[in-house]
């Protein structure tokens, strides 16, 4: 098993497959073969790279890949590769469904065993290149966007957004009637419109622009609305 896993193999998959031995040169023909049934020449091509990868890093024959210490040695090797999301996921992908169509007649036990050590990393709720922070707002630049608004309706809209990291859209879609004030913070309701489900956050920190702002709601400034 190799230590590391290069960035890219780009115009080494030819060689790679010429160094097969005659029993592993007919296996991945063979995979590829029935991959091209339900896939078109760029997709195979692409599988066809992934398979030599794991096939090179292994460095094992392919009928050594229902052996568990091999596999879980590729997820290690895939996971600690520096290669996008996307692309680790590749990877275990066409890992999963080699195994399964090259190990179909195993028992069904350890075939099961095999691919449940495969699992998809899951995408993040954020993009981790976009949001650094470097990217982010600094405390100054928050305090300058908040002192420039000159409503309370905007400042306790704002703050709701800034100490809660809620979106845009929900700040303005909240119903006062989900507001509730506690002694010395406001406790907020949020009612998923899909699945129903409740969140109740704590909002402390900006407690007072939103106070503010409801205790002026009853006469309203026409350039507060």
Known sequence: MKTT??????????????NLNSKDKQTLEDYMRFRST???????????????????LSEVTFDEFKEIPIIEGLLILIKNSGRELTGRNELRKTLKNFIKWKFE?????????LLDLIALEKQPAYNRRKYTPNSLPTDNEIKTMFLSM?????????????????????VLNLKLGKIKD????????????????????????????LKRWLNE?????????
């Open 150 to 170: 000159d409503t309370l309706k905007h400042k306790a809209m704002f703050v709701l957004q800034e100490e809660l990291g809620l979106p845009p859209a929900l």
């Open 5 to 18: 896993i290069p960035s890219t193999y780009k115009g080494n998959i030819v060689k790679l497959v010429d």
């Open 217 to 225: 709601y009853q006469y309203p400034d026409k350039t507060d609305n």
């Open 105 to 113: 007649n195993i028992s069904v036990k350890k075939l099961k065993k």
């Open 38 to 56: 339900k896939a078109g020449e760029d997709k195979c091509r692409h599988y066809k790279s992934h398979i030599m990868t794991l096939h090179d």
């Open 182 to 209: 506690i002694d010395d913070h406001y406790e907020i309701t949020f009612e998923r419109e899909k699945n129903g489900e409740v969140t109740i956050l704590i909002f402390k920190t900006g407690y007072l622009h």
